[in-house]
């Protein structure tokens, strides 16, 4: 936007603290990234190196280092988080069999996402899933009658393609997106085996499930019983591990709410490299699930942008002043000239103004700005009428917090003050 080059560069000291708090933000989320790449190497020789995936999974590992080269976070692009609920499906060696109910591959999830978009299609996003996979199957044949539920918990690194943004518009009130990338996967199957009373099922041949095997006696004896559909056996035989990387691939649609919020429509496919989320290898295929949701998106900034909006079109160039080669002209001053002694106190504040701002600039934090507020005691002007506005106290003297509180009311649309005014204050800060 026009507004945002010119009138950040010229809130001088203010930028420079604006942008530490946003860094200091990006390096936890550059943590975080870290952190998870870390966990994915100490897996990379076990299940990439020595097959097909190995340079698509070094290319993918890659990006964050290419992102770490734009973290000139410029606004409208800070990040912007997301919570998520939906249903996940799971699709292995169980639930093939007869009698399978479409619902009993279906469990709850949840997630939350942090993206960043340095560029305004692309975006980076860590996310985290949470929830079970499940699958059971009836048959008459009573080796077929499995079942399992495990929880999961997964960790993506993903990088998303943004409709909005390469071909549609930055603000369009829908736009589709794609995204892929690769992910770190726990779960931890266990199975219904036996009933409230420990007593295990045991499935006959004419479909139903009772207390003693087919071939213990009279038919009479054996009592049906039912499912309580509580997970109770662990499944984990120790042959095998409980985790595994995943390569999750995905659409969504995103309607925008406000510029701040979004409502967002997803399907996540995630491929494993493990066969044992179902603790069956009946096939020898890695399992695959699905995780189809809602989720709430929340971007930084987004109310800022909509103000900046008012002033699209502003040609701000106006405010620059340009040298130019024609000849100064030659004003007659009739004021009194000042005495020795005015000059030398004006020479004095001054080198004053000049030591505090260049005091600010080498470090360009809060307390710094504390220290400038301590030493102004006022000088012997009074306060210039464009600037009383921002003296909240009315002490006759602009503090740092008073400039803060000015700038927010100005984006806001609620100050009186001009960017001509702000700016003036600013340098004025400094010279009282």
């Known amino acids: 936007m026009l507004v945002s080059a010119p009138l950040i560069k010229d809130l001088r000291g203010m930028k420079k603290i604006a942008l530490s708090v946003i860094n200091y933000a990006m390096e936890l989320v550059t943590m975080g990234k870290n952190a998870l790449s870390t966990v994915f190497a100490a897996f990379y020789h076990k299940y990439i190196s020595a097959n097909k995936y190995k340079i698509p999974f070094i290319a993918l590992l890659s990006l964050p280092m290419l992102q770490a080269k734009a973290q000139n976070y410029e606004p409208g692009k800070l990040p912007s988080f997301a919570l998520g609920a939906g249903v996940l499906w799971f699709n292995g060696d169980i639930g093939k069999g007869a009698g399978v109910s479409p619902y009993s591959t279906i469990r709850p999830g949840a997630s939350f996402t942090i993206e960043e978009r340095p560029f305004s299609f692309l975006g980076f996003s860590l996310s985290g899933l949470y929830g079970s996979l499940a699958a059971s199957e009836r048959s008459l044949d009573s080796a077929n009658n499995l079942n399992f539920q495990s929880k999961i918990i997964s960790g993506d690194l993903l990088v998303n393609f943004h409709l909005d943004g390469a071909i549609l518009k930055n603000d369009a009130p829908i736009a589709p997106f794609v995204y ?192 400038v507020d301590k030493s102004v005691k006022g000088g012997p002007h009074k306060l210039p009428p464009r600037f009383q506005p921002a003296d909240k106290n009315g002490d006759g003297v602009i503090s740092s917090q008073e400039i803060s509180s000015a700038i927010d009311d100005f984006f806001d649309g609620t100050s009186t003050m001009t960017i001509a005014d702000i700016n003036a204050m600013i340098d004025y800060f400094f010279d009282q």
């Not at 009373?197 to 499930?209: A, K, L, R």
């Not at 659409?251 to 995630?270: A, P, V």
């Not at 399992?287 to 502003?314: A, P």
Request: charged share 25%.
């Open 180 to 371: 892929a990338g690769v992910s770190f996967l726990y779960y931890n199957p266990y199975s219904d085996l036996k009933d409230a009373q420990g007593q295990p099922y045991f499935y006959w041949t004419d479909g139903t499930i009772r207390n003693e095997p087919q071939n213990s006696g009279d038919i009479l004896t054996a009592k049906i019983i039912n499912r309580d559909y509580t997970y109770e056996t662990p499944l984990d035989s120790g042959k095998y591990s409980k985790t595994t990387l995943c390569i999750p691939v995905g659409i969504g649609l995103k309607f925008r709410i406000t510029s701040s919020f979004c409502m967002n429509i997803q399907t996540t496919y995630y491929f494993t490299f493990s066969p044992n989320i179902d603790n069956y290898k009946l096939s020898g295929k890695n399992n695959k699930f699905m995780y189809s949701f809602f989720s709430l998106e929340y971007r930084i900034g987004g109310d800022r942008d909509k103000r900046e909006k008012r002033y699209e079109g502003v040609d701000f160039s106006a405010f620059v002043i340009k040298d130019t080669a024609r000849p100064v002209p030659v004003v007659e001053v009739k004021e009194k000239p000042m005495s020795d002694s005015a000059i030398a106190a004006q020479h004095g504040r001054d080198t004053m103004a000049m030591d505090r701002s260049q005091v600010f600039n080498e470090n360009p934090k809060i307390d710094a700005l504390t220290n």
